[in-house]
């Protein structure tokens, strides 16, 4: 069945990158994406990617796709404090509902 | 900026009573959906909602479950006799269309459900 899989946490300094990283199973996953949650917050969110492209980039975030394995990361540059959340990464496909699966998220601390 | 809204925020209620949440989508979207995170597992989907009828439900969305869009604005998820594992943040999410990437799904901040 579907499955989307991420690592729990991560910790990096202020101004450095942040990579997070998610697995997912449905090779027929259209659509990749990743939203933010901050505290007391709805899913935000934050860039996705068609699954016929291998990278996308918006500002400070780099979405790579490796579709062989079916890996998605989210690189964010220069990591600031105000990027301390919890980031989801979600697929979908075409042919549903727009039904979104979801990872477990992961928390990222960003220490100044 | 156009925003999802959710009531209440938080809702406690006695094991087997029904409860209501309640939320007011984008104006001019066309697809709703329910979500629920049970505290730290995994968003799931419940259930989607186009032209006043279930487009996708989960096996979670069982006989107890219910959904409505009572007028223009509102769209509602019934419990109808709660249990302990139905404690959960759910959160409602609604979208321009269905599918593509121009279905970005828009999120509410979440009714956090508590069922003693």
């Known amino acids: 069945g579907e499955d989307v899989e991420q690592s729990l946490f991560l910790s990096v300094r202020e101004g450095d990158s942040s990579v997070i990283n998610c697995t997912y199973t449905?090779?027929?996953?259209?659509?990749l994406y990743w939203y933010k949650q901050e505290p007391g917050a709805g899913l935000q969110l934050l860039t996705y990617?068609?699954?016929?492209?291998d990278m996308k980039q918006d500002q400070r975030l780099t979405v790579l796709l490796n579709k062989k394995d079916k890996h998605l990361s989210l690189r964010i540059a220069d990591t600031q404090t105000g990027d301390s959340a919890i980031y989801f990464c979600?697929?979908?496909?075409?042919?549903?509902?727009?039904?979104?699966?979801f990872g477990q998220g992961t928390t990222l601390q960003v220490k100044p | 900026e156009p925003e999802v809204t959710q009531t209440p925020s938080h809702q406690v209620t006695q094991m087997g009573q029904e409860v209501i949440l309640r939320c007011v989508p984008i104006?001019?979207?066309?697809?709703f959906y329910w979500y629920r995170q049970i505290l730290g597992q995994k968003v799931e989907f419940l259930v989607s909602?186009?032209?006043?009828?279930?487009?996708?439900k989960s096996e979670i969305f069982d006989d107890q479950f219910s959904v409505e869009r009572p007028d223009g604005s509102n769209f509602t998820l019934k419990i109808r006799s709660t249990k302990l594992e139905d404690s959960a943040m759910y959160f409602c999410?609604?979208?321009?269309?269905?599918?593509?990437?121009?279905?970005?799904?828009?999120f509410g901040p979440g009714t956090r459900l508590t069922v003693l």
């Open positions: 449905d090779s027929s996953s259209t659509y």
């Open positions: 990617i068609f699954s016929n492209m």
């Open positions: 999410a609604s979208s321009p269309t269905g599918t593509g990437y121009k279905d970005t799904q828009y």
């Open positions: 909602f186009y032209n006043n009828e279930i487009s996708e």
């Open positions: 104006s001019n979207h066309l697809y």
């Open positions: 979600a697929e979908s496909h075409d042919g549903n509902t727009g039904k979104l699966i």
